[in-house]
């Protein structure tokens, strides 16, 4: 004898969530987290190589400055300051 069992497709999705594989972290989020951590130990250590490191390496300041330098606003030349520009850039 057979029984049929119908599931909504809610419970069902509930059901299988323990069994998805976890979601793996993104590179980007490692490298900062281990060169954070390399910091600390810098800071804490009296190696100067290690410290040497630290300034070299900086990936988060970096990225702060790629991300923010596009927010300065520059001024508008005008169109007579434009064409006197083009015209000494030739002369």
């Known amino acids: 004898m ?3 069992v119908t599931v909504s497709a809610q ?19 490692y490298v900062e987290e281990h060169t954070r951590v390399l910091a600390q130990q ?4 009296e190696d100067l190589r290690l410290r040497a490191l630290v300034n070299v390496v900086q990936p988060p300041a970096l990225a702060l400055y790629f991300l923010t ?11 007579k300051e434009t064409i006197e520009a083009y015209k000494n850039s030739v002369a």
């Open 69 to 79: 330098s596009t927010q300065q606003q520059f001024e508008q030349a005008t169109l």
């Open 2 to 4: 057979t029984q049929v």
């Open 11 to 29: 419970t069902a999705a509930y059901a299988m969530e323990p069994v998805k594989p976890p979601q793996r972290a993104s590179r980007a989020s």
């Open 42 to 45: 810098a800071a804490q250590s």
